[in-house]
């Protein structure tokens, strides 16, 4: 069974090296660092280390891992991590486990447990929790966290069809994979402080850019996963509300001294069809 490491990286000159050397090189196939346009010795670097690199000419988080993906097309197994040291890399073993046993098509490497002081900020802590709850809201599944490091069978990562070429894309692959009832599952890795200056978490402008990006794509995997379901339940509540209505309508004209079973018979003639078309409209 190949498995292969896909690390998106833009200018992690000072910690591509160590990333890709912590790597348990016997549980893995292939390790690809994907340059997402760096100018410092990202590249360099990691091909030293051992790395294969691969260039991903469209800029985006989640356009860097498609296009690693693009680049091992013939791997069983996939495990992303960030390139920048946070992720702790050594706990891979643990985190393949479940997937390869059969257990879990998604694994996640939750940020708790042995975390570093400082490594996640006291804002980007509460963005996640609000971010985690939301999904939980809306997909009735509740995961612990929307992490970088996570391990999905290719089957599994095929089959959600991903989209998000931003850092949406985390929270897209495990929407999709909640909202589509695939077995996930979580396990402590902890997490560390970072080499070299975030991209994104460290400032709180850059935290509720992506705070907003994640929340609108968790929103609208949402909206997209369940479209039919909705249109189903609207078309059927709005078919019951509309035979209340005529339910009651009937009683009322029955009701009305002098009224016949013609003038019954003709407001249920003409709802009917109104009825059925609205229903078809939902549906469709």
Known sequence: MKVSVI???LNEEAAIGCVVAEIPRALVSEIVVVDNGSTDATAKVAGEAGARVARATERGYGAA????????ADADIYVFLDGDGSDVASELPRLLAPVLSGQAMLALGVRAGRVEAGSMP??????NRLLVGWLALLSGRSVRDLPSFKVMTAEALRSLDLQETTHGWT???ISKAALRRLQIAELETGYRRRLGESKVSGTVRGSLLAGWRIFSTITRCWAKERRLGMAAAGA???S??????????SIG???????NYKVLA?????ALPVLGIGAAVGYA
């Open 253 to 259: 004209l029955l009701s009305i001294e002098g009224t």
């Open 240 to 249: 019951l509300l509309g035979a209340a209505f005529l339910a009651f309508t």
């Open 236 to 238: 059927a509540i709005g």
């Open 171 to 173: 929270a897209e692959l």
């Open 266 to 270: 003709a407001v249920w003639l003409w």
């Open 7 to 9: 690390i998106p990286a």
């Open 65 to 72: 891992c498609m296009a690693g993906v693009a680049a091992e």
């Open 122 to 127: 006291l804002h980007q802590r509460i963005g």
